[in-house]
């Protein structure tokens, strides 16, 4: 097992079932309530009934075989108990009716809850949480973990709470009935206690690691069947199965091995339970004959074969859910630890807001779009509101950054971009483009130095509304089940469909749409697979046209279109562009030749910056890289 398995802290058990219950509580405290009482009448009505069989044999079957002549008077008598009887058992089964049913929509409606939150959590954590974690790790808290707690608030938790009532019925019935023999049961039932609390505790740590290893199976699942196109390429079929082998391997020991006390468990338990039936009847034979005053008769013991059964049969059934409350809980402390996982920093207090601008300058904050922001700063001290036109006006003061403390990034980074200027980065691979751009967005915050936005320190400025303004199509475009059309409006949730087709126009990619059999209304599935990557670059540019933004981010825009294309769409981008400002990335340096300044990193630094014409005069590694004589790694 690794480290990462044997090093996650989980909640201590009592913490997560008390989460459980909170939830539950939270969403169905009536039910919850009516659940409780029902369950509590079905066990007493279970005890009463056990009790039964003392009063039928004693008082009615022995004295009417003893004397004939009661058989008349008694059976009317018996009659009656009998119905009485009938009718609680009827009582006993409408009670289990009803808390089994509304167990099935507090089960059901306790997860939605909780995958709610789950999800909600999910948007607020930072970006570094999913660089760091795999999507098939993660899938797995609302696939197999919310599955084990499904079975543990639907199934165990009733189940355990109607044995835990059960036994206490019966033990009270039992000292009400003969507090001899009571005693006797509670002695042989002890040993049952102690055998099955051994397997249970043998049999926990390996369900909690079945979890883990079924987390990071799903995890190497995910991952290698998205990469399968990669695997058959470089035949890497074999290595892949055997690394699935190794994965595979370990969850079979660590869940065979939990199942092989568990399916010790009940066996044994009913063999323990059927020796103790025998010692109850001898030893009850024994207070019978030798103990008259015990008060015990045939009746008695009978009686008390069937309490021992009726007492036994809980524990048992707790024993066995104690396995499956074992898994739930391992799954629920993974779920309720990435639920507590620290959600991502928001201390920012300038937010963006529509705005209209009067012939003398004066800015006012509108409710409805007009295609002008302004950055809006309210003073507590004052209670003074400031409004800062938004002009896509960005710079870097000495920043420096590094996706972990002991690996420096960037280092010292200076630059601005003002509105309306094209920046361009050009460099190897890892030279640090991409991460620039990050930091404009704050997917990451800043080791140290300073971003400013309009003036403002970014770290003031909210997230969502700094991300707000700024428009980004990624080199990995990500499309959603949906239609096109829907996929456009992505960038902008209220744009009418007129500014979608404008928007697809712009970004050249109204031609290849309205090919399509249902045009703009064309279901895509599978991240739009059924489109080239191309076609999926073209929508991407689409939605990020729609949604209007002041800065534009592109990251490798046009790396996945070709060269025809690509002029087809560069007429698009430079409407796009047009006054905004843009910072572009990219590999193929015609799609840079008209910023107004490209940036040259290099491990973190910048080593030139100036226009397309100035860097060839230079003759440096710009001029190198556009001649040909070195090429980007």
Known sequence: ???????????????????????????????????LIAIIVSGVVAAINTM???????HYIDPMVADPTLVDPLMKELSIVIIIIACMYCIGVVAMYIYTRL??????????????????KMQKLPISYFDSHTH???????????????QLISMSLPQMINCFVMIVCNLVAMFVLNWALALVVIFLTSFIVLFTRLLVSRSAKYFKETQLCLAEETGFIEEYTNGQKVIKVFNHERKAEQAFDKLNNELCKASTAGNKYTNILMPAANNLGNLAYIFVALIGAVFAIKVPSLDVGIGTIIAFVNFTKAFINPIGQVSQQLTFVI?????????????????????????????????DKKITEVDH??????????????????????????????????????????????????????????????????????????????????????????????????????????????????????NIRYGKLDATDEECIAAAKLANADGFIQMLPEGYNTMLLGGGMSLSQGQRQLLAIARAAVANPPVMILDEATSSIDTRTERLVQKGMDALMENRTVFVIAHRLSTVQNSDVIMVLDHGNIIERGTHDQLIAQKGVYYQLYTGAFELE
């Open 1 to 35: 097992m690794n480290n990462a398995k044997k090093t996650q802290v989980r909640p201590s058990a009592f913490k997560i079932l008390g989460r459980i219950f909170s939830y539950i509580w939270k969403n169905f405290p009536k039910r919850f309530i009516v659940v």
């Open 52 to 58: 039964f069989i003392q009063v039928l044999v004693d």
């Open 103 to 120: 167990m099935a929509v507090i089960s059901q409606g306790t997860l939605k809850a909780i995958r709610d939150d789950m999800f909600w």
């Open 136 to 150: 098939g790790e993660i899938m797995s808290y609302y696939t197999n973990d919310t599955d084990t707690l499904r």
């Open 327 to 359: 898994l739930a809980l391992a799954g629920a402390g993974r779920i309720f630890n990435f639920m507590s996982v620290a959600p991502e920093v928001d201390n920012g207090y300038v937010t963006l807001a529509n705005v209209e601008v009067s012939e």
């Open 369 to 486: 779009w007009t295609g002008k922001w302004a950055w809006k700063h309210y003073h507590k001290d004052t209670g003074k509101t400031d409004y800062i036109p938004l002009k896509g006006d960005i710079v870097f003061e000495d920043v420096c950054f590094g996706y972990t403390k002991e690996k420096e990034i960037l280092h010292h980074i200076n630059l601005y971009a003002r509105p309306g200027q094209k920046v361009a980065f050009v460099g190897a691979t890892g030279a640090g483009k991409t991460t620039i751009t990050n930091l404009i967005n704050r997917f990451y915050d800043i080791t140290s130095g300073k971003i400013r936005y309009d003036g403002i320190n970014i770290d003031k400025i909210k997230k969502d509304d700094l991300r707000k303004s700024l428009g980004i199509v990624l080199q990995d475009t990500n499309l959603f089940t949906g239609t096109i059309m829907d």
